[in-house]
Structure formats: C-alpha cells, structure tokens
T-cell receptor, first 110, second 114 residues
Framework: DAGVTQSPTHLIKTRGQQVTLRCSPKSGHDTVSWYQQALGQGPQFIFQYYEEEERQRGNFPDRFSGHQFPNYSSELNVNALLLGDSALYLC?????????FGSGTRLTVV | AQSVTQPDIHITVSEGASLELRCNYSYGATPYLFWYVQSPGQGLQLLLKYFSGDTLVQGIKGFEAEFKRSQSSFNLRKPSVHWSDAAEYFCAVGAPGNTDKLIFGTGTRLQVFP
C-alpha cells in the first residue's frame, strides 16, 4: 500500500517564477495538509484541504495557494518565488486519526 | 502564544545508553502531543502521540514519552539507543481535536556513537 507520494522530489527555480508541487495521499485518506520546512527548522503549517476546500491556514502570504482534486490529491502553488521560499515542502494526508507524511519536495530558489 | 521548545539542539550518546529528549510547550489547554523522527532527506515518521488518558505513552521502535501537565512537558525516552536511531527528532502540538495544524519545535539532532 503506497504511502504519500510527492512530486517532484527536487527542483530548482529562479526568483520571481511560479512553482507547483503535487501530493497524492495515502490510499483511503481524504485530508491533505502542507508544511514548509526551512533548513535547520521544524515544519511550519501552510494549509489544510478537505472536501476540495481550504479548511485551515497558517501564517503564509497569499502567494501560497493550493487545490484539492476529487480524487483527494493536492497541489501547492507558490507565486513570485523568493529566495526565502527555499525549503523542503512536506505533504501529510489523513483519515480520522491515521496520518502520514510524504518524503517531501526540496525546492531551491536561485 | 502557542509554542514548542526543544532545548537541546544536538545530543550525542553511545550505543546502548539511555536517551531522553526534552520537549516543553506553551498552550492554553492540554494540547494533542506528538513526537516525530526524520532521517536525512526524508519525511516525518510518527513515533507516538498523546491525546488523553494514561500519561505514559508507548510508541514504535521502543520509544516512550511521558506527559507532565504541571511541567508542560512531553519528554521522549528510550532505554537503550541503537545506531539506527541517529536522526532528527521533532516534538509537535496541536489543538485538541485538530491533528492537521501542528506546531513543531526546532528539533533535536541525535548522534549515536558505537
């Protein structure tokens, strides 16, 4: 049974560009959350999606947006990339109390 | 403000020694409490969690944690560390009933010497 799948695993973008990260939840999970983990820091909550709607949001600017599809997969979009957006982006999926993190997408902004 | 503090940035132990990683939190009510482990370049793996009830929680890989309300602490322990336990450990809190929006500490890096 596949866990949470995130793609791509690594990517490099230039300042000002836009990026889309993807997350396929664990089979049976219906809720997806996104976290940003800067180097040497703990993860920070970006937002959570359930039933294709953003349900909770952390302290991130509107440049960070997301989407959840009917098959529960999710995308994280970041516009106007800044150097400070360089981080590991983690996706977590959940159903009831069963929650699993993916291995993340390493985004480098140059 | 809600926060999690992991006072030890880096801990080094010998294989077979006991381990205790500290976690203190600041929260209005008794939160949900979690410990995660992260190996280099990997995602987070849940070691254990506390929602309510027995304050001593058993987790995977031989880890346990004890919730102490009076000290606002949730320290992680293991009686005998293995070399494979070397990793980054994160303590996290969430509002009661909310397991999605977690607040993480800055982590403790565990190094194990043979």
């Amino acid at each position: 049974d596949a866990g949470v799948t995130q793609s791509p695993t690594h990517l490099i973008k230039t300042r000002g560009q836009q990026v889309t990260l993807r997350c396929s939840p664990k089979s049976g999970h219906d809720t997806v959350s996104w976290y940003q983990q800067a180097l040497g820091q703990g993860p920070q909550f970006i937002f959570q999606y359930y039933e294709e709607e953003e349900r909770q949001r952390g302290n991130f600017p509107d440049r960070f947006s997301g989407h959840q599809f009917p098959n529960y997969s999710s995308e994280l979009n970041v516009n106007a990339l800044l150097l400070g957006d360089s981080a590991l982006y983690l996706c977590a999926s959940r159903r009831e109390t069963d929650s699993t993190f993916g291995s993340g997408t390493r985004l480098t902004v140059v | 403000a809600q926060s999690v503090t992991q006072p030890d940035i880096h801990i080094t132990v010998s294989e077979g020694a006991s381990l205790e990683l500290r976690c203190n939190y600041s929260y209005g009510a008794t939160p949900y409490l979690f410990w995660y482990v992260q190996s280099p370049g990997q995602g987070l793996q849940l070691l254990l969690k506390y929602f309510s009830g027995d304050t001593l929680v058993q987790g995977i890989k031989g880890f346990e944690a004890e919730f102490k309300r009076s000290q606002s602490s949730f320290n992680l322990r293991k009686p005998s560390v293995h070399w494979s336990d070397a990793a980054e450990y994160f303590c996290a809190v969430g509002a009661p009933g909310n397991t999605d929006k977690l607040i993480f500490g800055t982590g403790t890096r565990l190094q194990v010497f043979p």
